[in-house]
């Protein structure tokens, strides 16, 4: 099999070997994990998973005037001042990053049957091997390459530049889906690229601007993503409005165009909850533990628990999380609560029969308040109007987008940011993509590298101060870049 290069011209391999991705991703097999999984679904009352999410921004902060400095890991900047804030963390952080290579394969010694879903993005990837730490590779390459160890271990897709899907301009989206692919491929090969069937949004953000979220699942499915995670409060039941009743199932997550389009994915719900702590206790174990076996298109099947947390922010998760980690996969190795990995779990429900269509319907929050009033082909005109109308009967509508972050709005106090990036993906468009510049130029990558970063939450989140000015001067080095060599 073909193998990238991880780094070409000095830039991360974020593009250029579209076609042989999309390749990898349409012709691998119908079951990755279920010829290795040696569970007895059939006997088991119900399962759980965890995943751990792993970020780092890149920020303009290798040296002292803002307009100039290197663009560095925000890990190498703890590590360069750990006398601010929580900076002191940085060793621990580094730690974080790799000891599931160590977790892992030391349970698989022990005879035990381990699990856990792992989703790395392309800044912190990038920023790792920019600081020289190849140790966390070599830990990390242990359990996505060696057939012995890879069956516990599932990774999963992410924006590269850690996007928020509801407020990034749905073309850069994608750009940042197909430039994960490539990174991750270089790093890992392209064999373990097939292995990846899930997708995590960053901050669980899911759209439900009708348009967006349907370009959202497009973009999931083209790339070749199976299934999606999402928070249970941004999704509703389509026939009354109302959360998911069964959530520790599989759904479907159906979302419609104004212009009448239709794209589906299956979505796996995360429950709501203090998201670390969750996972540092491994609680998802012990609310499986209380469920028995549910009946789904006539059979009867184990619910599945699911829950996503950072894997290295909070004292939780640097403290708590390894022991009891080790503890429950001990414990539930071989009984009949053990732990699954999302795709493990599905390919067993396939094998029994079970298809996609048999899962039940959601659709993003807010939406069947539209489409009481909408009808799908009516287009964005009309679609304007709706979501107008509704604004004004309720102040509680909105069509931005719900996260695990539900008190933050992705668009509204972000005026600082959101204006120079949508004019920055303006000016990309203009410049590389509409001219059909090849993204295997050198200059593609350079402006591509710059553009992804420049579009990464972390700008977003704090909505004011030295995060918002690292957010204006990567889009501004991005404009550089475009006006100089475009």
Not at 39 to 51: H, K, P, T, V
Not at 107 to 112: A, F, T, Y
Not at 197 to 215: I, Q, V
């Amino acid at each position: 099999m073909s193998t990238l290069p991880e780094y070409v011209d000095g830039w991360p391999n974020l593009s250029g070997s579209e076609g042989l991705i999309e390749q990898t991703v349409r012709n691998r097999g119908a079951a990755v994990f279920l010829p290795e999984s040696h569970l007895d679904f059939g006997g088991i009352q119900s399962a759980f998973a965890i995943a751990l999410h792993m970020h780092q921004p890149l920020i303009p902060a290798g040296g002292r005037d803002l307009a100039t400095a290197a663009i560095i890991s925000n890990l190498k900047h703890m590590m360069d001042n750990p006398g601010i804030g929580d900076n002191h963390n940085a060793s621990v952080f580094h730690w974080c990053y790799k000891r599931m290579g160590e977790f892992v394969p030391q349970l698989i010694e022990e005879g035990k049957q381990p699990r856990v879903m792992l989703e790395y993005t392309g800044t912190l990837l990038h920023g790792l091997r920019q600081m020289g730490l190849h140790d966390v590779f070599d830990n990390l390459k242990r359990i996505a390459c060696e057939p012995r160890y890879r069956r516990a271990v599932e990774w999963l897709g992410c924006p590269w530049g850690h996007a928020v899907a509801p407020s990034t301009p749905v073309q850069d989206y994608r750009l940042h889906v197909r430039a994960w692919q490539h990174h991750f491929a270089a790093i890992f090969g392209l064999e373990a690229l097939q292995r990846v069937r899930g997708f995590s949004p960053s901050e669980m953000a899911l759209p439900n601007h009708p348009d967006t979220a349907y370009e959202f699942v497009r973009t999931l499915k083209d790339c070749g993503f199976e299934w999606v995670l999402v928070q249970e409060h941004t999704v509703e039941r389509p026939e009354n409005g109302h959360g998911p009743e069964r959530k520790h199932l599989p759904h479907r997550l159906v979302c419609r165009s104004s212009r009448g389009e239709e794209a589906s994915i299956i979505a796996i719900i995360k429950t709501q909850g203090s998201d670390t702590k969750l996972v540092a206790q491994m609680q998802p174990y012990y609310e499986a533990k209380g469920l028995s076996r549910w009946e789904l298109a006539g059979k009867q099947v184990p619910p599945l628990v699911t829950q996503i947390a950072d894997g290295e922010n909070g004292g939780v998760m640097m403290n708590e999380f390894p022991p009891k980690y080790l503890e429950v996969m001990r414990e539930c190795s071989g009984s009949r609560t053990p732990a699954m990995n999302v795709t493990e779990y599905l390919e067993h429900l396939f094998a029994l029969g079970i298809r996609e269509k048999d899962f039940p319907v959601v659709q993003p929050i807010f939406q069947k308040r539209i489409w009481d009033r909408l009808q799908p082909g009516e287009g964005p005109e009309r679609l304007a109007k709706v979501i107008e109308e509704l604004k004004k009967e309720d102040h509680r509508f909105h069509m931005e987008g719900g996260s695990w972050t539900n008190s933050i709005s992705w668009v509204r106090g972000y005026e600082n940011v959101i204006g120079p990036m949508e004019r920055t993906s303006s000016h990309f468009y203009e410049k590389v993509i509409k001219p059909g510049v090849s993204p295997a130029d050198p200059r593609y990558r350079n402006v591509l590298f710059h553009l992804l970063c420049s579009q990464t939450s972390c700008y977003r989140y704090w909505g004011q101060g030295i995060w918002t000015d690292y957010g204006r001067e990567i889009c501004r080095r991005t404009e550089a870049v475009l006006n100089h060599d475009f």
